[in-house]
């Protein structure tokens, strides 16, 4: 069945600027007009003051530093340690806005969102000045700047929102969706990564406008036949996809960068457990089970690892989790020894709602968690979460966690 795509531009795509950054200068006054630069190891996110001087995320701090002191002077980067309460806050509050300007809002990540929001024109008047409404709201009552683009598809609508950066807004109407995308290179296309542009470079396409004249059937020769159908697509400015108000969360995870100061294998795994025991309640609180946890490495020089392993029914137990996590720390602990570990990161994956879920037959316990330990820790879930809710996250920790600082863990973006 073909899908009727809507004539006029009123999909938004609103993304907030520098968000991490932009709270830090929201919060301390002191930071605004300067480059900072959250998390200290490996840089986390960065101000548009920072970024003018090159830098980039992820980065190694010192890197990061170093390119502020050649631009701006020696001593003017501020570095400061993520406050991720803070974000998670802010991050709602925005949201907020967003639910009250209109029902059909798709989440893309923390700090980005689609926008619906054709039915509102009789009412809110033109997209465009609902899109202006919004930026000025977010502004008023959450403090940060935030970025909006308005076109007749998802696509283009967040093409438009990078262009538009920072804390701008850019309207791309239907008869000019073409002499807006055609000059662009083709790495702003989604599903053109560095390889692809590799590959359309050598057969001389580096425009959006290059890779429409190719066409679809000289893209499919190049890359394939799906390939060369959606890049096309979207060169040619076609995208039917609804914004999607019941689109749901693929997996959670979270990572802490380590920085290049040489860890003990101990301050690791201890790292990995706080990891852990975080995921577990957000695990819960979303009512959510997983069946599959990956362990996620990276290294000084920018090499990745990663290593998964999968349940035979899916848990929100936290003792089950943490084994899986430990068997598979324990497999990479060679790699771990040999080389230097600057970012250790986890993500449940295959999540399912509870009444999703299956019995196995025959009944059987987890992965070296006998059932009476799986009980146990079920019902220790629940204390522990009730605990941290009514009194703090830091009310209760694992002794194993004492005198140990975790609250560098930095949430990843939906998969």
């Not at 570095?79 to 806050?89: G, I, K, L, S």
Request: charged fraction near 25%; include cysteine; charge should be positive.
């Amino acid at each position: 069945m073909r899908i009727r795509q809507r004539s006029d531009a009123s999909i938004l795509h609103a993304d907030l600027d520098s968000f991490y950054a932009s709270v830090e200068q929201r919060d301390d006054p002191a930071l605004r007009g300067r480059p900072v630069l959250v998390g200290g190891g490996v840089v986390l996110a960065a101000s548009y003051e920072a970024k003018a001087c090159g830098v980039r995320t992820p980065m190694p701090g010192r890197e990061a530093r170093a390119l502020c002191d050649t631009v701006l002077g020696r001593g003017r980067a501020v570095t400061v340690p993520p406050r991720f309460p803070a974000y998670t806050a802010a991050s709602r509050a925005v949201f907020d806005v967003f639910y009250d300007t209109t029902p059909i809002v798709e989440g893309v990540s923390v700090d980005e969102a689609f926008l619906d929001v054709a039915g509102l024109t009789r009412i809110s008047g033109p997209p465009v000045e609902v899109a202006a409404r919004l930026r000025e709201r977010i502004r008023a009552e959450v403090g940060l700047p935030i970025t909006v683009g308005v076109a007749r598809t998802k696509f283009l609508a967040k093409v438009a929102s990078g262009a538009g950066k920072p804390d701008g807004l850019l309207e791309v109407p239907p008869e000019r969706e073409l002499e807006f995308l055609h000059p662009l290179p083709v790495r702003k296309i989604w599903g053109v990564g560095v390889k692809t542009e590799q590959r359309l470079a050598e057969a001389g396409v580096h425009t959006v406008g290059d890779m429409a004249a190719l066409g679809e059937s000289g893209l499919s020769a190049l890359l394939g036949g799906s390939s060369g159908r959606h890049l096309y697509a979207l060169s040619m400015a076609r995208d039917p996809r609804r914004v999607d108000t019941a689109r749901h969360r693929k997996s959670i995870g979270a990572q802490r960068a380590l920085g290049r100061r040489v860890r003990a294998e101990a301050d690791v795994e201890a790292t990995l457990i706080a990891i852990v025991d975080g995921l577990g309640k957000r695990l819960r609180a979303a009512d959510r089970l997983c069946r599959t946890v990956v362990l996620r490495l990276r290294f000084g020089d920018y090499e990745r690892a990663t290593r998964s392993r999968s349940l035979a029914e899916p848990t929100d137990s936290t003792t089950v989790l943490l084994a899986l996590a430990r068997d598979l720390f324990a497999e990479a602990l060679p790699t771990i020894r040999d080389r230097d570990c600057t970012l250790i990161g986890l993500s449940l994956t295959n999540l399912s709602r509870p009444d999703a879920a299956q019995l196995a037959l025959p009944l059987s316990p987890a992965d070296g968690i006998t059932e009476r330990e799986e009980r146990e820790g079920t019902s220790l879930d629940a204390v522990v979460d009730d605990l941290k809710n009514r009194f703090g996250s830091a009310a209760v920790t694992r002794g194993r966690l004492l005198g140990r600082h975790h609250g560098d863990d930095a949430p990843m973006l939906p998969d």
